[in-house]
């Protein structure tokens, strides 16, 4: 009888390993779906295996969906297992969903958990680097921050700023002026890191100032930079997810969301170019003309257009910024292009 049970046993978990490694080859192949969808069929029967709930969790990280990913991870970590690397990996793989939900605190202190359990050398980089990614590394920790109710700053050095407490009440107003046209609630507070040293955040960063990362909602920028053209990049790409942009309309939008009092089309034409000027070959071949001449016309234009064709329409063009799509949206779109052009000679 005993050996018909360690028989059993045994082909149990052959095939409870068979099943992992199943689920293990849809995750590390990026087929997240398919790895949730076989993964919570086999919960149905083994609710508590910290392995299965582990690869669920892990896949649902991957693909953004990291309020559901949380439950699952939580499960695992609590499961019983004597394998190292599930425990440190669910911790890692939990900062990163803590992270992106607004739960900073939790998210860095499960990944330096993760870091300091030190279990697989993969995941320990995978921790190390989720820490640099989210700018919680020790180079950040003496920033001074401060709240709002829809961003967190970090400020390299406030002595800079003449009027902390302006400086922030004016880009929460920046914020909640740029919402009222994109209407999106965010999972997190956008981290706003106001830099003083711009050549020191290029050796870091490897690119200049200022730029959003929106998934992560993030932003560096100098502190002199406008206060709404990162915090539009992050609202429109959350809110609109475009399929496919253009730097004329993505950087035109974000110009017109500056929240300075400059008249955009008198900005257009100062930077007018003296020879022929087409504004679809600047949409089309940016790097046919100056560069960054698509920020100033594509904020006259994204102006333009709003007045001719109201909100709804600049969303649909948002969505899908080529040319091919304004022409479906705006059925009098070549005539809209001639009155911009001639506009912008006056």
Not at 295 to 320: C, E, R, S, T
């Amino acid at each position: 009888m005993k050996y018909i049970l360690l028989i059993i046993f045994l082909s149990f978990s052959l095939l409870l390993s068979a099943q992992y490694k199943d689920l293990g080859k849809l995750y590390s192949k990026g087929k997240f779906e398919k790895a949730i969808e076989k993964g919570m069929l086999k919960l149905e029967l083994l609710p508590d295996d910290a392995i299965l709930n582990m690869i669920v969790g892990r896949s649902n990280v991957a693909i953004g969906k990291y309020k559901t990913a949380i439950p699952f991870l939580q499960k695992a970590l609590a499961g019983k297992t004597d394998q190292a690397s599930v425990q440190s990996w669910c911790l890692a793989e939990l900062g990163t969903a803590y992270y992106h939900t607004g739960q900073e605190k939790m998210g860095v202190e499960s990944l330096k958990k993760a870091i300091g359990m030190n279990a697989t050398r993969n995941c320990t980089r995978f921790a190390h680097n989720q820490l640099m990614r989210f700018q919680e590394n020790t180079f950040f920790q003496k920033w001074n921050i401060h709240e709002t109710k829809h961003l967190r700053f970090h400020f390299q050095d406030e002595s800079i700023i003449e009027n902390v407490e302006n400086y922030i009440k004016q880009h929460e107003e920046a914020y909640l002026n740029i919402n009222n046209f994109f209407k999106i609630d965010l999972p997190k507070k956008i981290d706003f890191f106001v830099w003083k040293d711009r050549e020191e955040a290029h050796n870091l960063f490897g690119r200049p100032l200022g730029f959003a990362n929106s998934e992560r909602k993030i932003i560096n920028a100098w502190y002199q930079q406008t206060k709404g053209h990162e915090i539009c990049h992050i609202l429109c790409d959350i809110a609109i997810q475009p399929m496919k942009k253009s730097k004329l309309i993505n950087e035109g939008i974000c110009v017109f969301f500056d929240q300075t009092t400059r008249n955009k089309m008198d900005q257009a034409r100062k930077v007018l170019p003296k020879d022929e000027f087409h504004l679809l070959e600047l949409w089309e071949s940016p790097t046919q003309y100056e560069r960054d001449l698509s920020y100033p016309m594509g904020g006259a234009f994204v102006d333009f257009l709003i007045h001719k064709g109201g909100n709804d329409k600049l969303k649909q063009l948002l969505k899908d910024q080529t040319i091919e799509n304004a022409e479906k949206i705006y059925p009098n779109f070549k005539d809209l292009v001639k009155t911009f052009e001639a506009m912008l000679e006056r």
